[in-house]
């Protein structure tokens, strides 16, 4: 099956800075893709190039097999709801939604017909007649989704959709544009700097910094095997662990990365690694202690109960595989 | 009282009339004292120059110097400007044409002068000393300043001898060279143009009666309305500024118009083929008056400037530069600037044959007092110019 | 003395509405008396007569001014300004809008700088130097019509001064001309709001509409030109009203026939029939007002 979406050694360059450098990649039809990275990170780039508004200066896009590098945006089978939604504010909802079939030759009636059932695909009736002034960010941000997918597009590229938005409505959100991709059945990339929204969301996730692509997984993968220091990082609250403490703390030579969350924090393990609590953190549905372990090293371990006190001794213990020895690559 | 309403509306004219009133009613000054330090102008833009644009033309300087007086300048382009000057006041002086002296006496912003207190006012040109243009009921309220003439300018490419008759500007016809004259004449663009159209008619049409084209009755105005639409499908473009004249001669083909003096000797001196005429039928003309206003501020100074203004040096140096002609005879003569021959060229011998600018008024004499007043030669001239 | 600044201080900031209104007075004094006192004065003398003998100004009640207004002649005048008026606002537009869009979309840095500059500069000098500038270059014996000769086209420039109305002798000598003049003059007046407009209009926008499948046209058309259409309301407000107010330019490039402003100056000043001068600026200011109702209506003031 050919990819919906296909980067060849792409790079793009902004005179002398490289915002993509060398980036290959291939999203399947009808998966759920996320761009995963800190900002500057080449992921925008990235998604701006498959929807045509930047071209790379070297490599080759293909759309659905067909070479897209340089094609123009109204030329491409490709929608965008973008980061600041960018409705027009001079037309009505409804208009907005319907823009992508006036600009094809449809007839109004048919076109607000159509408009008015993706405003009830994004839970929006009756709100048409209204400016896009009049509505609230969640509500503007499901007409820029409606606006999106009226033209049916195969691939559907979201850029940080959601990060204008508040916490509770955001994780509302996320379950829903998850269910509504399942419904429509087409392929998403999504963009976010967000590592929580990316592994929830995702079917796989790419994951970028400094303009490389650092692993591309499924969010297990991403978040229990990562492939690079940096993924280890960015992903989740883990213990990277090198050098002499590696070695004592988990026999392995090279980085080993431990998530906080697989480490029991206990009064007393006969083998165990023995510590002091430096910090208690309450971060509601977990705490998180911070052990000093010796060797000027300190391990994050996240659980569920409220044991110990600031300046206790502990033991810590994990399981051999919760270890997870990280590829030497480039460093 | 009732005529220093005359062109203003409001609560600030009432005040100053009050105060023009109060001034208006002391009379004459009887002597000239010492000198106030300063006296303000308002004049023609090249009739008061102390030296700037040329240094041989220069009558100011010296007055100060040997007067203390200092001279401030405020140039006006039109008559309608030196009126609305004097009416905000502030000035002591104005060099009024004949156009617009009337007014500023009905008005009630000039004051009467003490003749006896400009000593050389006895050797002004003697056809000018009591000029209906400053002298209202045997009183004079100015000191006549420079006069000249409108003359008929023409290409001397286009004509091998000089055009006898304004019917050149007025009739259509063609040309000694064989071409139309048909949007290659121009005329001028003030309402006071409709005096140079009875001008011609006066002579054309005798039947009309029209005895002087400053007064002139129903059926003599509408002749002459009726002359100068006919003119409008000749002229394409009309003049009022000096140097915008000049500019159509040089650069857009005219080669026939009504002009000053003061055009042509520009023209000449840029080798330009141009010459001008007296017409048969006579032209019409102005005259200046320097009138003092009736609240000045110095006038001790305004009188010293008084004398001044007549002295032959200066009139002829004036003369010389605006190509007009002095209000002193003995000027004329042994002027390096102006030449022997100046006054003549500036229209000297043809006095009898100009009609000076007066402003029309219903109350005229040769029509028995049905003249048409000026403010209806202007709405008529603007709708000439529109083409109705 | 500090404690009597201080006391005072205190009252004024108890009674915020009296310092507020002790700032604010001398402006709106101004704004009261020398403005619309003076406007007051002008309508109150558009009332006034003039008497038919004497020339003499009436101040008794009488509408026979506003009948004048009305005759053919003057008709002919208000009709040919406000005619002026509006092509040069249409022309203004239609020249601005691409340089302004080129300003505000495809320059940055000094390069925008220096086209603000250009647009700009003229406004620095003369407005008179530049206007008989214009009537040099327009002369039969000018740029303009050398550059139409040696392109061969002098047919065409003849034939365009050929038409009635707009033509004449030379482009010096038409309406065209004044037209020509009048556009240059008040170009900048359209550019800097157009270009202001578009520069608020944002990139994703754009982005937007060509994602959706307008071709760059459609974009123009369906996005980009309703936004940018407050500021080329705004511009046309500049050029409209300036343009029915001007004296000076009809003075010198043209043929002679008189606009608005010019038979103000001479009914006010030459023939002192201030009453008649009064109704006639009565004229530009009615249609400003219809204008700036109609220009409010289409939104142009929600953008400054």
């Not at chain 2, 040309?175 to 143009?193: C, T």
């Not at chain 2, 309305?225 to 409008?232: D, E, F, T």
């Amino acid at each position: 099956m050919t990819a919906a979406v296909a980067f060849e050694e792409v790079s793009c360059a902004f005179g002398q800075f490289v915002a993509v450098d060398r980036v290959s990649l291939e999203v399947r039809e009808g998966e759920f893709f996320t761009l995963l990275g800190p900002s500057g990170s080449g992921k925008t780039t990235c998604l701006r190039m498959i929807g045509g508004f930047q071209f790379p200066t070297r490599g080759r896009v293909r759309i659905h097999g067909a070479d897209a590098t340089r094609l123009p945006p109204y030329a491409r089978d490709v929608n965008t709801v973008f980061q600041d939604y960018a409705l027009f504010p001079h037309m009505s909802v409804r208009d907005n939604v319907a823009y992508g079939l006036m600009v094809r030759g449809v007839a109004r009636e048919e076109r607000y017909r159509r408009a008015d059932e993706m405003l009830e695909l994004v839970h929006l009736p009756g709100t048409g007649a209204r400016r896009p002034a009049e509505l609230s960010g969640g509500q503007r941000q499901r007409v820029a989704l409606a606006r999106a997918l009226i033209n049916r597009p195969r691939v559907l590229l979201l850029d940080e959709p959601l990060g204008a938005l508040d916490l509770k409505l955001r994780e509302s959100m996320q379950v829903e544009l998850k269910a509504l991709q399942r419904q429509v059945g087409i392929t998403f990339v999504f963009v976010t700097h967000d590592q929580q929204e990316a592994l929830s969301m995702s079917d796989r996730v790419c994951v970028f910094d400094r303009g490389r692509v650092e692993q591309i997984g499924t969010p297990e993968e991403i978040y229990d095997r990562p492939a690079t220091r940096f993924v280890a990082g960015f992903v989740g609250s883990g213990n990277l662990l090198e050098g002499a403490a590696a070695r004592r703390l988990t026999g392995a030579q090279g980085a080993v990365m431990l998530r906080a969350e697989r480490i029991r924090i206990e009064a007393r393990r006969p083998g165990a690694v023995p510590g002091v609590v430096k910090e208690v953190e309450y971060l509601g549905a977990f705490i998180r202690y911070i052990v000093d372990v010796g060797d000027r090293t300190e391990l994050l371990v996240n659980t569920a109960r409220r044991d110990f006190a600031l300046g206790a001794e502990v033991t810590l213990s994990w399981p051999e595989e919760a270890c997870h020895r990280i590829p030497q690559g480039p460093a | 009282m009732k005529n220093s309403h005359r062109t203003l509306g409001g609560a600030l004219a009432l005040a100053a009339a009050f105060a023009v009133t109060a001034a208006y009613a002391a009379g004459p000054r009887q002597s000239v004292g010492k000198g106030e330090g300063r006296v303000d102008i308002v004049a023609w833009p090249g009739y008061i120059e102390r030296g700037a644009t040329d240094k041989n033309f220069d009558w100011v300087t010296g007055f100060e110097k040997s007067t203390g007086c200092k001279v401030q300048v405020k140039t006006a382009n039109t008559s309608d400007e030196m009126v609305a000057l004097m009416n905000e006041g502030g000035f002591d002086l104005v060099t009024a044409s004949g156009d617009a002296s009337l007014r500023l006496v009905a008005g009630g912003r000039v004051q009467e002068i003490n003749t006896k207190l400009v000593p050389s006012y006895g050797k002004v040109d003697k056809r000018l000393q009591n000029a209906p243009w400053h002298t209202v009921g045997g009183k004079h309220y100015g000191v006549p300043y420079q006069w000249g003439y409108n003359v008929l300018m023409y290409n001397t490419n286009v004509f091998k001898q000089a055009p006898d008759s304004w019917a050149v500007v007025f009739e259509e016809m063609n040309l000694p060279d064989g071409k139309p004259n048909k949007g290659r004449v121009q005329a001028f663009d003030g309402p006071i143009y409709i005096a140079d159209a009875a001008l011609y008619l006066m002579t054309k049409n005798p039947a009309l009666g029209i005895k002087d084209p400053y007064e002139l009755n129903e059926d003599q105005y509408k002749a002459a309305l009726a002359l100068l639409r006919q003119q409008r499908k000749l002229v394409a473009r009309y003049w009022h500024d000096a140097f915008v004249q000049i500019d159509d001669f040089t650069n857009e083909g005219f080669v026939a118009s009504s002009a000053w003096q003061f055009q042509a000797n520009i023209l000449k001196s840029k080798n330009r083929p141009v010459a001008t005429v007296v017409p048969k039928e006579g032209v019409t003309g102005w005259a200046d008056t320097t009138m003092m206003h009736a609240g000045a501020k110095h006038p001790n100074c305004a009188y010293k400037w008084l004398e001044h203004s007549i002295n032959p040096k200066l009139q002829g140096d004036l003369a010389a530069w605006f190509g007009a002609v002095p209000v002193r005879l003995e000027a004329c003569k042994g002027n390096k600037l102006l030449g022997d021959d100046g006054c003549a060229r500036h229209g000297l011998n043809s006095f009898d044959k100009i009609h000076f600018w007066r402003t029309p008024v219903a109350n005229c004499k040769t029509q028995g007092g049905k003249c048409v007043p000026y403010y209806r030669w202007v709405s008529d001239y603007i709708a000439v110019l529109g083409g109705r | 003395m500090s404690a009597l600044a201080r006391s005072l201080s205190t009252t004024l900031y108890g009674r915020r509405g009296l310092a507020l209104a002790l700032l604010l007075a001398p402006p709106l004094l101004w704004l009261g008396i020398v403005y619309c006192g003076s406007l007051l004065a002008l309508l109150a003398n558009s009332f006034y007569g003039l008497d038919e003998f004497s020339g003499v100004i009436k101040r008794e009640f009488t509408l026979k001014n506003f009948v004048e207004l009305a005759a053919p002649a003057n008709r002919d005048v208000i009709a040919r300004t406000v005619g002026m008026a509006a092509a040069v606002t249409v022309g203004c537009a239609l020249v601005a809008f691409p340089i302004a869009y080129l300003m505000a979309r495809y320059t940055r840095g000094w390069v925008r700088a220096a086209l603000y500059l250009g647009v700009m500069l003229p406004l620095w000098s003369s407005y008179l130097v530049r206007v008989y500038a214009w009537k040099l270059l327009l002369a039969r014996e000018g740029v303009v019509n050398w550059m139409f000769a040696e392109a061969g086209l002098s047919w065409l420039l003849q034939g365009i001064l050929a038409v009635p109305g707009i033509g004449g002798p030379s482009l010096s000598i038409s309406s065209l001309g004044t037209f020509i003049v009048f556009v240059y003059i008040w170009l900048p007046f359209m550019i800097l709001p157009i270009q202001a407009a578009l520069e608020r209009v944002p990139q994703s926008l754009i982005e937007a509409s060509a994602d959706l499948g307008a071709h760059d046209a459609a974009t123009f058309r369906k996005v980009i030109l309703p936004l940018a259409l407050p500021g080329v309301i705004a511009g046309s407000i500049f050029t409209f009203s300036l343009t029915l107010g001007d004296y000076i330019i009809p003075g010198i490039i043209g043929d002679s026939s008189l606009y608005l402003g010019q038979v103000v100056y001479l009914q006010q000043g030459t023939a002192g029939n201030v009453p008649l001068a009064a109704a006639f600026t009565l004229v530009p200011i009615t249609v400003m007002a219809v204008y700036l109702a109609v220009a409010k209506r289409m939104g142009a003031f929600d953008a400054l």
